[in-house]
């Protein structure tokens, strides 16, 4: 299975231990310019019209895959949507400049200078908060959406760490 991840040998969660979560990386949803809809509640009227295609970065059981999937879900499956899988976030971008697709969830340093081209246009901000280079985009949680589609970069060490050195760690970070 493409993207498939390898099963480890051992609990992540019983062997590493999290000092501090230093970054998270929104993803945002661009459309291809003749995808009318320019809000969340127009894009769910246009899907109840024909279903709508998109793409994400990383594949079958990506975030983005699971976080869109959860989306139409939380619109009590109104949003029809397919996912059609890419190998990564340029080439689905490519998909969507080329017409291939109708939208692509994207991070939104990739989706930035697509739209800027006028190829794509940003429709949502998938994350937490506005983005500062797309102040424009409103998030999910502003349409009245829990979902949130965005990576999380943390810092962990061994499960086994004294306590004082993990404070100390995220004291620093």
């Known amino acids: ?20 979560r230093t970054t998270q990386q929104p993803y945002i949803l661009v459309v291809h310019p003749r995808v009318t809809a320019t809000s969340l509640k ?19 059981g990506s975030s983005v895959h699971i976080g869109m999937e959860q989306l139409a879900k939380e ?14 976030s340029a080439p689905s971008l490519l998909a969507l400049m080329g017409g291939e697709i109708d939208m692509a969830a994207t991070s ?13 246009r940003g ?6 908060k506005r983005v500062p280079a797309l102040p424009d985009l409103p998030t999910l949680k502003e349409q009245g959406y829990k ?13 086994k ?5 993990v404070l100390a760690l995220n004291k620093v970070v």
């Open 108 to 120: 939104a340093m990739s989706g930035t200078g697509a739209i800027k081209t006028g190829k794509v």
């Open 123 to 128: 429709l949502l901000n998938l994350g937490t």
């Open 42 to 60: 127009d894009l769910i009227a246009l899907s109840q019209t024909k279903q709508l295609t998109y793409a994400g970065s990383s594949g079958i």
């Open 147 to 159: 979902t949130v589609i965005a990576n999380e970069y943390n810092l962990w060490v061994p499960a």
């Open 161 to 165: 760490t004294p306590k004082n050195i």
């Open 1 to 20: 299975m493409q993207g498939a991840a390898k099963r480890v040998e051992f609990d992540v969660l019983k062997t590493f231990q999290p000092v501090v």
């Open 75 to 88: 619109a009590k499956g109104q949003l029809k949507i397919k996912y059609i899988p890419y190998k990564g």
